[in-house]
Nanobody, 125 residues
């Protein structure tokens, strides 16, 4: 079982930055895609960014493109989400997830098998 633990959430003013981390319990051949998702109260969970762990290629939702970056460490055990120019609408609980897929990039939550418990990000205006 792949275990994922997020950290780095917090409160920040609009325009500020935060860096989220997602630590996997181990490097595993069970996954080749990792992603960040978020869920605001009363809203559905949405995909924010994904990384293909094999070569580090990335994919972003339009809402965060140009503001967020996703990366992984060389051991491919820790994934990061650097969030810049944060907006109040970025406020949500952020989750990391991982899966194995032959289908290319996806930000659909139901296509990810392993999930962390989430970390809260609050952006004030």
């Amino acid at each position: 079982q792949v275990q994922l633990v997020e950290s780095g959430g917090g409160s920040v003013q609009a325009g500020g930055s935060l860096r989220l981390s997602c630590a996997a319990s181990e490097y595993t051949y069970k996954t080749n895609y990792m992603g960040w998702f978020r869920q605001a109260p009363g809203k559905e969970r949405e995909g924010v960014a994904a990384i293909f762990t094999v070569d580090g290629s990335t994919y972003f939702a339009d809402s965060v493109k140009g503001r967020f970056t996703i990366s992984q460490d060389n051991l491919k055990i820790t994934m990061y989400l650097q969030m810049n120019s944060l907006k109040p609408e970025d406020t949500a609980k952020y989750y990391c997830a991982a899966t194995w897929s032959y289908g290319g990039f996806s930000l659909a939550p139901n296509e990810y098998k392993y999930w962390g418990q989430g970390t809260q990000v609050t952006v004030s205006s």
